[in-house]
Every structure is written in C-alpha cells, then in structure tokens.
C-alpha cells in the first residue's frame, strides 16, 4: 500500500472526492502532525474509512534517539520492512529568553535526513557504505523523517527549519523521489519548507548535477569533494572514475545558484591523506570562478578503519590559507560529537547491540 505521505497536493486533489479534502488532510499531515485518520476532526467518516483503507500513514517508527549535550538529537527510525535510517535534528541557534520573558531569539533547526537504506557510492570512509545498498526510500519515507521530528520536539508549525540531504544514501541515485520530496516539503499547505532552505549533497554524480540544475528546483547545492586530486578522491569515492573532478566542477559551474548563495564543497579531513597545504592550495585552485564555501568536516573514526581523525591545528591552518585567500572556509562544528556523529553511525551501534 502506499503512504499518504507519498503525495503531492495536486495527486490528493486528483485522489480524493471532492478535491478541496486534500487540502484539509494536508493540514492534518503537515501543521498539525497527526498520526491517526481518526484525529482528523473535520473529515467525514466514509472518507476516513476510505483513507485508512488505501492509504498507510504509519511508516516510520521511532526505535532510539540520541541527545548530545550540544541539544542535537540522533534519530533511528524503523521502517516498515524493518530496515532502520537515520536522521538528525541540528540545534545551530538556542534560544534566548529575556528577563521579563520576551524571546530575544528563537531557536534554529536544521534537520539531516536519509534518502536510502545503504548506499551504493561505497565511500571507503563511510559507515554507510560498509552494508552495501538495500534500496531507495519512497518519498512518503523521506518525508515522513520531517513530520515526527517537528511532531516529536513540538516544533511549531511556522518556524522556519532547514532541510539537508546528508544523511544515509545518495540522494542523487534515488533522484525522481528526491525531487518529488523537495517539491512537497515546499508546498505552501504543507510543511512549507522554501527550497531556498533545502540543501542536497552529493558525492558528485555529475550528469545528474546538470540534469538537476536544469529543473532549477531553487534548492542549494553541496559536492562532497573531499579530495582535490583523482587518484586520492578515486580511492574515497570509487566512482570518481566515471565521474571525476573536473566533471563535477565543469557540472556545478552550469549549477544556478541564488544570488545571495554559495555552493558548499564538503572536505572531509583526513590525517595524512588530505590534511596539508598543498591540498588547500589545490582546492583553492579548483575554485576558481566559483561561488564557493568549503566547509571542512573531522574525519569521525569507527571500529575497523584505517584512515585517522586530523589534528586541529591541521585543520586550523587549513581553514586559515583559504580564508587568506578570501575564501569562505568553515570547520563542522562535529555536532553531537558525543553521540554518534557521522550518519550511519548510530545504526551500526544498534546492530552491535554495543549501545
Ligand atoms: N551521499 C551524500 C549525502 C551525505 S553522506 C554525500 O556523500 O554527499 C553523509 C555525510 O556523512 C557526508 O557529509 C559524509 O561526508 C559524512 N561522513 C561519512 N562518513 C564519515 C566519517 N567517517 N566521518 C565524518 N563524516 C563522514
Ligand atoms: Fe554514500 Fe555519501 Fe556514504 Fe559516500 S559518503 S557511501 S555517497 S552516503
């Protein structure tokens, strides 16, 4: 059965009799966070019945949850077969309460959420990858991981949040559920999420980076570089082969980019391998003519790898090269560090049964 999740507005209009229903179940879904027909109060019977009958609305359970000391939750979520994702809420701003009450500033959110059950890239230093691939998440999955965490943390629904694609899988290799995800995330009766706030990343399949641009979704872009020559980025991410360095700068230099914006290039540091300024030299290089900021991210270990966490002086005088150059270079805060940072990590936790 499909989920009721899996629709954009115009499909339930077309579903559903009369047509303005879809509009009061969108509101149900994605403002009120129900999780139950039955709560939908303005909704005759037969049409409730009718719902519960074809349409499933329970497709993702929360099995575990993470909280770092940062206020960043890790989420696990069971799916219906049983596989598990991953998906995090990002606390990036707490708030702040005057003495008399006031909010002087509101929190802000940015949720990671996962696009497939594995991976098929096989990243040499990813988690994710060591399962292998087990299949796409239907777009009712994808977004679903949105709806119970704002159900889940009382996010009310007019506060703005932030979408990244970063989690578990490529969301380029399951690319018509992805864009359909990002078209309902911003449906102004739904979640109303503007893509202006969604960013995908992407391990640099370059012929789908020119196909997405070309739908000019509005969505911003990241590239997982992490590596500037294609014998270093070929050993990370294999199929850097077929699609190598050059074809994802020559891909993201046709990427339309908002004017106010950057692309993101990714860099995962790893000691020893990335981590010098000849690499930072490169990078700046590669750059060049692009509206660029990198964002360096500390190789997080796990058990059974052999690449190395960089020091933070590496990391530092990294960052600092390129931003003498005037490039905008930040370093990921390692968010939740404490609890298990990098996506697919809290998954292998749960299967080692070591938590
Ligand atoms: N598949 C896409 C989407 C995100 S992958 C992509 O590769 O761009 C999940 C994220 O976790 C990426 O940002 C990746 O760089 C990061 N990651 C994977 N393994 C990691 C590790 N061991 N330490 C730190 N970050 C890691
Ligand atoms: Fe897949 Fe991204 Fe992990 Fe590479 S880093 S294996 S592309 S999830």
């Not at 509101?27 to 009120?32: A, E, P, R, S, T």
């Not at 206020?71 to 696990?76: A, R, V």
Request: aromatic content about 8%; charged content about 30%; some cysteine.
């Amino acid at each position: 059965m499909n989920s009721i999740y899996d629709y954009s507005l115009d499909e339930l209009k077309g579903l559903l009799k009369p047509s303005f229903r879809a509009k009061q179940v969108y509101n149900w879904l994605y403002k009120k966070y129900v999780s139950n027909y039955d709560e939908m109060k303005n909704l005759p019977k037969e049409l409730i019945d009718d719902l519960k009958s074809n349409y499933e609305i329970n497709i993702l359970e929360i099995v575990k949850k993470e909280k770092s000391s940062d206020g960043s939750i890790k989420y696990l979520f069971r799916l219906n077969d049983n596989h598990t994702i991953e998906a995090v809420l990002l606390l990036m701003k707490k708030k702040i309460v005057n003495e008399d009450g006031s909010i002087e500033k509101g929190e802000k959110y940015t949720v990671c959420i996962s696009t497939q059950v594995g991976c098929k890239v096989g990243c040499s230093f990813c988690l994710t990858a060591k399962g292998g691939f087990v299949r796409n998440l239907t777009v009712g999955e994808i977004i679903n991981q949105i709806v119970q965490i704002k159900r889940d943390n009382d996010i009310a629904e007019n506060k703005s949040l932030n979408i990244v694609f970063m989690g578990m899988g490529e969301p380029l290799d399951n690319y018509d559920n992805f864009v359909k995800s990002v078209k309902i995330f911003s449906e102004l009766d739904g979640l109303a999420i503007s893509r202006r706030r969604q960013t995908v990343s992407t391990s640099g399949i370059s012929t789908k980076i020119e196909k997405l641009g070309n739908e000019d979704l509005g969505i911003q872009l990241a590239i997982s570089l992490h590596a500037v020559d294609d014998d270093l980025r070929t050993e990370l991410i294999p199929m850097n082969k077929a699609y190598n360095i050059k074809s994802i700068i020559d891909a993201v230099k046709k990427f339309p980019v908002d004017t106010r914006k950057k692309v993101m290039f990714e860099y995962l540091v790893i000691k020893d391998k990335n981590d010098d300024i000849a690499s930072a030299k490169k990078l700046l290089q590669l750059l060049d003519g692009i509206k660029a900021k990198v964002n360096l991210i500390y190789f997080n270990p796990y058990p059974g790898t052999s690449y190395q966490r960089p020091q933070r002086d590496d990391m530092i005088k990294f960052q600092e090269y390129l931003i003498s150059k005037g490039l905008l270079c930040t370093i990921r805060e390692s968010k939740g560090l404490d609890i298990s940072a990098a996506c697919g990590q809290l998954k292998e936790k749960e299967s080692n049964g070591s938590s």
